[in-house]
T-cell receptor, first 116, second 112 residues
Framework: GAVVSQHPSWVICKSGTSVKIECRSLDFQATTMFWYRQFPKQSLMLMATSNEGSKATYEQGVEKDKFLINHASLTLSTLTVTSAHPEDSSFYIC????????????FGPGTRLTVT | QKEVEQDPGPLSVPEGAIVSLNCTYSNSAFQYFMWYRQYSRKGPELLMYTYSSGNKEDGRFTAQVDKSSKYISLFIRDSQPSDSATYLCAMRGMNTGNQFYFGTGTSLTVIP
């Protein structure tokens, strides 16, 4: 089956620093990847759509200068949280699909970010 | 009004019980309906998907979609302790772009 990995799985950083999270599709190519944020006991909130070779599309209310997304290849997208603050602490999850079937979104294991 | 409504639970059932999980939605353009299972501190795992109305069965899991009522269900037969997780419904339409609309998830515990 399609596998999506994320790295790191857990990161703690100090306020004001930047953190990069990687999302990789291991056995398929993905022209589009999605980044979500999830707070405890809440559902997934789509942050942005990452498009290979072009700029990401951000959802309303998501600061594009704070959450930098780069989709450099068909198997890798990165999310960089710049100048992190404690309110950025959350569970970040990416997803990707191997083909054109719209239901085929496979999620990574998530990255838990804690900003102290 | 939220696009997708899902009772967060928690739902607690004895092992072997039939579990019914449900979501309602408001956008009649939704065509693809998915159910994901999410274990604690893990990413969601696709369980089942259905296109348009109808039923779909996969082992102990059955997904139902009633577009006329804007209501979808997931049934789990012979529930097992390993089914304990949060179940998220998700849906999208042909004209909703790439965005999936998720329910808040229902937390299920199956007691041995």
């Amino acid at each position: 089956g399609a596998v999506v990995s994320q790295h790191p799985s857990w990161v703690i950083c100090k306020s004001g620093t930047s953190v990069k999270i990687e999302c990789r599709s291991l056995d398929f190519q993905a022209t589009t990847m999605f980044w979500y944020r999830q707070f405890p006991k809440q559902s997934l909130m789509l942050m942005a759509t990452s498009n290979e070779g072009s700029k990401a599309t951000y959802e309303q209310g998501v600061e594009k200068d704070k959450f930098l997304i780069n989709h450099a290849s068909l198997t890798l997208s990165t999310l960089t949280v710049t100048s992190a603050h404690p309110e950025d602490s959350s569970f970040y999850i990416c997803s990707a699909g191997p083909g054109t079937e719209t239901y085929e979104q496979y999620f990574g294991p998530g990255t838990r970010l804690t900003v102290t | 009004q939220k696009e997708v409504e899902q009772d967060p639970g928690p739902l607690s059932v004895p092992e072997g019980a039939i579990v019914s999980l449900n979501c309602t939605y408001s956008n009649s353009a939704f065509q693809y309906f998915m159910w994901y299972r999410q274990y604690s501190r893990k990413g969601p795992e696709l369980l089942m998907y259905t296109y348009s109305s109808g039923n779909k069965e996969d082992g102990r899991f059955t997904a139902q979609v009633d577009k006329s009522s804007k209501y979808i269900s997931l049934f789990i037969r012979d529930s097992q302790p390993s089914d304990s997780a949060t179940y998220l419904c998700a849906m999208r339409g042909m004209n909703t772009g790439n965005q999936f609309y998720f329910g808040t998830g229902t937390s299920l515990t199956v007691i041995p």
